[in-house]
């Protein structure tokens, strides 16, 4: 049995603003050279963190109402042809390779902003039912988490995923 984030739809709003203001935070503790320099292990500045989380964003905000992925994520069709997600945040970090960290937050934000709306607009009664992320031609037997787990994991989910990295970068062991 998959566990998956089921939340109503205050709940799930609250979720997301605690782990926004926690990432928010995290960037403000951000000195510019921190913002600017280093690199994680992968590679990785602090603004391909921050365009990935938004990218991922609008993938969650425009898959629902029947973009096709590589749209919502702003990629070819060909970077998400393969099922290999390394191979999309790869392409979704060459996109935005020439942010800076300030385009690269205001990217997240207007994403954020765009997404949260796209929530609060949607009745309780859509978060439990499955998120429909490949399409129609889905096999019958496919486990599709809700639209809740889906939206819960790119955004709170995932600020605390990439928080880890952000923080690192403050220490110098991003360098």
């Known amino acids: 049995m998959t566990d998956f984030h089921l939340f109503t739809k205050d709940a799930l709003l609250d979720e997301i603003g605690r782990a926004w203001d926690e990432l928010n935070h995290a ?66 970090r060459a996109r935005h390779a020439a942010k800076t960290p300030a385009e690269a937050r205001a990217f997240l934000t207007e994403t954020h902003d765009l997404l949260l709306a796209h929530i609060a607009g949607l009745d309780e009664s859509v978060l439990p039912l499955p998120f429909r992320a490949l399409g129609p031609d889905e096999p019958a037997d496919r486990v599709i988490p809700p639209v809740s787990h889906i939206v819960y994991e790119s955004t709170a989910g995932h600020y605390r995923e990439h928080l880890g990295w952000l923080r690192s970068y403050a220490f110098g062991a991003g360098d």
Do not use: K
């Open 27 to 92: 960037l403000d503790d951000l000195t510019p050279e921190q913002m600017s320099g280093p690199t994680d292990a992968n590679g990785w500045r602090v603004q391909d963190h921050l365009s990935h989380m938004g990218a991922w964003h609008n993938w969650a905000r425009l898959r629902p109402q029947g973009r096709p992925t590589w749209e919502g994520l702003g990629i070819t069709e060909a970077d998400v042809s393969s099922g290999d997600t390394d191979t999309a945040n790869a392409a979704i």
